[in-house]
């Protein structure tokens, strides 16, 4: 489980204070502790989340993928991938999950639509100046 992952199932930012942190797994708790009627598994992953959340981001290794100058897509997949997950395990996060994959599946698309109109609007008017200078040139 990333921080990311641990952040979206307590419902808070990555960056969240301590105090923060401990407000939303006592108010989670209250929820899914297995006295209360959750499942103790979903009680364990909760308390997992506040621990690595807890501890400092530099204790956790980095993976070997992560490191800088590694090129990679994984990091423009990531966040809808983690919102997808945590949304399985955290209902009030899934209209996030599915507005995220509208865009992805909706603004990707777009976005190369987008680029291709504006390339065609860029290259058409330039063509035809160098078309019209040419026969300029050729005439005179």
């Known amino acids: 489980m990333t921080r990311q ?7 808070i930012p990555v960056n969240a204070s301590p105090e923060m942190i ?24 909760l308390t997992r989340a506040r621990d690595i959340l807890l501890t400092p981001p530099h204790h956790n290794p980095t993976p070997a993928a992560a490191k800088p100058g590694t ?20 209902p009030s996060l899934r209209p996030r999950a599915i507005r995220t994959w509208l865009m992805v599946i909706i603004g ?28 300029l040139k050729r005439s005179s």
């Open 22 to 45: 401990k407000q939303a797994y006592r108010k989670q708790c209250g929820r899914l502790h297995p006295d209360a009627g959750g499942e103790s598994s979903q009680f364990q992953l």
């Open 108 to 135: 990707i698309p777009l976005a190369y639509l987008l680029l291709k109109e504006l390339f065609i609007l860029a290259i058409v008017p330039a063509l035809f100046i160098l078309i019209v200078v040419a026969f």
């Open 5 to 11: 992952d641990a952040a979206d199932l307590l419902g």
């Open 71 to 90: 090129p990679s897509l994984f990091p423009f997949w990531s966040y809808p991938l983690r919102i997808l997950k945590a949304s399985v395990r955290q």
